[in-house]
Every structure is written in C-alpha cells, then in structure tokens.
C-alpha cells in the first residue's frame, strides 16, 4: 500500500475514535435552575393577576334610558325629543374618564338626529356612582315626524313609535394609582318606544342599553 494511503486511512481511523467532548455537569445544572427559576416567576406571576382580577372584578360600564319623550309624534310634527341616559360605574376600585358623549337618534334604520354633543366636557365618574346624561329640545326632520303619525295611525307595532338611541364617546380605566392611557371606542344603543301621547312605553324604562367598547 503505498504511504499517502496508508497515512490518509490512519487519520480517518484517529479522527473515528476521538473521544466525544467530555459534558459540563455545571453547565446543565446552571440551565435547570436558570429554567425552574424562571418557570417559578412565571407562576408566581399569573397566580397575582388571577388574585388581583378576583379582588378587583372590573365591570363594564352600564347605559340605561331613565326618560324619554317624542312631544308631535301623534299630529305629523315637530317631533321633539328629550330625555336621559344614565351611566353606572359599579366597580369598587375602578375608575373610568369618558371623552365628550355624542347623540344619535335612529329611526326605520336611519339616524334622523346625528351627532349631537350630549356633554360639552370630558367626564370622570369615580367607583360606585350613577352620572345622568340629560338631553331636550331635539328636533327630528318634517319627514320623520310624518312618517311617526303614519305608524301611529296605521297601528303598526301596537300604536308605538320605536326609535334607538345611541351614545358614542370613548373610555379609559384607572385603577388605584395605575391608568390606562389608551383610549377605547365606546358605542350605546338604547332600543325606546313611545306610544300616541309621545311618552315613554313603560316596559322600555330602565332597560339596560347594549354596549361595545374594548
């Protein structure tokens, strides 16, 4: 065999039979406690907020209409609406800022009043309180109030006018010390019915008003 092969097999041969790097026992050690530490403080960690959301049981805000009138609906028109809205913050330690509330009044799916500022400043309501939102003096299109005496007359839905009305504003929280600085959408829909006398059908009183926001 000649030398070149011969020295070429044996390098292969040295090169099979190196021992494997010996493992660092250390190393392994130091990793398994680095992993149980941080799986720990992963925990620890989860169990506090799962303890600090049972305390706190944070609430949406609850809309309900409290009063509600359409004065003509029964002659054609003017057709004017007045009201109030009410805001519930039952939350115990939660605070909640409100930018300017915005009014809207939807009729056969149209909104026959549009954008009507409800509050001239922000609001803040503190834990365990009830904010009224009064309006008055809104005054629907002719067309609309036409078409309200219609329904009326016609006896269509029971000799009631149903409207929705709808709150939109934006929301943030405060806990304690701790406020989040992000604004969410916040958007009211409140389903009222008013019968020939323009008043409030009573079964429409204090219904809780659906609410999306987050």
């Known amino acids: 065999?000649?030398?070149?092969?011969?020295?070429?097999?044996?390098f292969i041969a040295g090169r099979i039979r190196r021992p494997l790097p010996a493992e660092r026992p250390h190393l392994t050690r130091c990793t398994k406690l680095l992993c149980?530490?941080?799986?720990?403080?992963?925990?620890?960690?989860?169990?506090l907020v799962f303890v600090v959301y049972l305390a706190v049981r944070p609430h949406r805000p609850r809309f309900h209409v409290t009063a509600f009138s359409a004065t003509g609906v029964a002659?054609?028109?003017?057709?004017?609406?007045?009201?109030?809205?009410?805001?519930?913050?039952?939350?115990?330690?939660i605070a909640y800022f409100f930018d300017r509330f915005y009014l809207s009044v939807e009729y056969?799916?149209?909104?026959?009043?549009?954008?009507?500022?409800?509050?001239?400043?922000?609001?803040?309501?503190?834990p365990?309180?009830?904010?009224?939102?009064?309006?008055?003096?809104?005054?629907?299109?002719?067309?609309a109030g036409q078409d309200m005496a219609q329904d009326l007359a016609d006896g269509g839905g029971g000799r009631r006018v149903e409207m929705t009305v709808k709150v939109r504003s934006r929301i943030r929280a405060r806990l304690a010390f701790w406020g989040n600085r992000h604004w969410h959408p916040?958007?009211?829909?409140?389903?009222?019915?008013?019968?020939p006398d323009g008043q409030l059908l009573a079964e429409y009183l204090q219904k809780r008003c659906s609410i999306d926001f987050f």
């Open 186 to 195: 916040l958007n009211v829909r409140c389903q009222v019915a008013v019968g």
């Open 1 to 10: 065999m000649p030398p070149e092969a011969s020295s070429s097999t044996g």
């Open 75 to 93: 002659s054609g028109g003017p057709v004017v609406v007045s009201g109030q809205v009410s805001v519930r913050n039952s939350n115990r330690d």
């Open 108 to 126: 056969r799916g149209e909104d026959v009043a549009k954008e009507q500022p409800l509050t001239a400043t922000p609001l803040y309501q503190p």
């Open 128 to 143: 365990k309180t009830t904010t009224p939102l009064p309006f008055q003096g809104l005054e629907l299109p002719s067309t």
């Open 36 to 47: 149980s530490a941080f799986l720990t403080l992963l925990l620890l960690a989860g169990v």
